[in-house]
């Protein structure tokens, strides 16, 4: 009964290089989230997609951050051109139906370091 | 705007000590109040919840009271042991799709 799975769980990255974060959901679910955690921060919401569809991207940065979750395979989360601000933990959740914290799991998230 | 502010960390504590981690919150409107752990290395875990004032959640031991009148959600824990060592997250959401989060505690417990 496998959970959530990220990966790469630690990514190093110099700046102006591209950063792509794969969130394999729990079997079955059809909603996923992104977080990012910042140096000395709590978690902040980046996008909610469903399958094929962003449902709100209001936490993403307007620019050089996207976010899919195909009809087959995991959901990434790409950022171009990364810069050192970028650097932090991202945590995917997913969950089976719309929002509710009792049936959403969390991965153990990716580490990116900008260098 | 909506914001969680959670103790700085980390905890440090002999096993079988009295645990607190304070939380309080700041929300326009009546949100539901939780609490997470993320041991190393894993995801975090819901770990208790509650959904309107004077709501005790409870779970492994640990609970919290959603109070209202101080917009406080404090983690309590009679008797830690070492396995409890992990980073804790109070969080809440105002019915949509999101969750805001504190900056998470460290707890370490020793033998």
């Known amino acids: 009964n496998a959970g959530v799975m990220q990966n790469p769980r630690h990514l190093v990255r110099r700046r102006g290089q591209e950063a792509r974060l794969r969130c394999s959901p729990v079997k079955g679910h059809s909603h996923v989230y992104w977080y990012r955690q910042l140096p000395e921060e709590g978690l902040k919401f980046m996008v909610y997609l469903q399958k094929e569809n962003i449902i709100d991207e209001s936490g993403m940065p307007k620019e050089r951050f996207s976010a899919e979750f195909p009809k087959e395979g995991p959901s990434i989360l790409r950022i171009q051109q990364v810069v050192r601000g970028d650097s932090a933990a991202y945590f995917c959740?997913?969950?089976?139906?719309?929002?509710?914290?009792?049936?959403?799991?969390f991965g153990p998230g990716t580490r990116l370091l900008v260098l | 705007g909506d914001s969680v502010t959670q103790m700085e960390g980390p905890v440090t504590l002999s096993e079988e000590a009295f645990l607190t981690i304070n939380c309080t919150y700041t929300a326009t409107g009546y949100p539901s109040l939780f609490w997470y752990v993320q041991y190393p290395g894993e995801g975090l875990q819901l770990l208790l919840k509650a959904t309107k004032a004077d709501d005790k959640g409870s779970n492994k031991g640990f609970e919290a009271t959603y109070r209202k009148e101080t917009t406080s959600f404090h983690l309590e824990k009679g008797s830690v042991q070492v396995s409890d060592s992990a980073v804790y997250f109070c969080a809440l959401t105002l019915y949509t799709d999101k969750l805001i989060f504190g900056t998470g505690t460290r707890l370490q417990v020793f033998p």
């Open positions: 959740a997913s969950s089976p139906q719309d929002f509710d914290p009792e049936t959403q799991y």
